[in-house]
């Protein structure tokens, strides 16, 4: 009876740390596709996210809750709204983007990087859409 406890009555496993992450860029960088793909979700139809969704995605030792905002003209002067309690960025760029929409990525970039409640944390930007032929490299991004 005591082996089979051991073996069979160890409870739950021990919680994973969950970890709170915005996810922000202009519409069409695809925020929505790289979510999905992380957690395993279909990724047909897709459409852009218009004001934010919350995604888990699991990981073997985390957890991590990526609030996306989307990016539409419209809708990114609200970001800053969502910021608060985010323990890191993921800032997803069209790497194949028109000159206009890079700068305008540009601009959101550094606009988030200044933001107190966004400066002092982790931030990742992801150059995304490298698989397209006018996609920038990592310099020129």
Do not use: M
Request: glycine share 6%; net charge negative; charged share 20%.
């Amino acid at each position: 009876w005591q082996c089979f406890r051991a073996l069979c009555c160890k409870g739950p496993p021990p919680p994973r740390p969950e970890y709170d992450l915005v996810c922000i860029g202009l519409s069409g960088s695809g925020k929505t596709s790289l979510l999905s793909q992380l957690c395993s979700e279909s990724l047909e139809n897709i459409v852009s996210t218009t004001g934010f969704s919350i995604k888990a995605v699991p990981f073997q030792n985390a957890i991590l809750n990526v609030k996306e905002l989307g990016g539409a003209d419209n809708i990114r002067k609200y970001w800053s709204r969502y910021y608060q309690g985010s323990q890191g960025v993921i800032f997803v760029l069209d790497s194949a983007s028109s000159e206009d929409d890079l700068e305008t990525a540009r601009n959101e970039l550094h606009s988030a990087l200044q933001h107190p409640q966004l400066c002092t944390l982790p931030f990742l930007i992801l150059a995304n859409h490298q698989d397209k032929p006018a996609a920038r490299s990592v310099q020129e991004v």
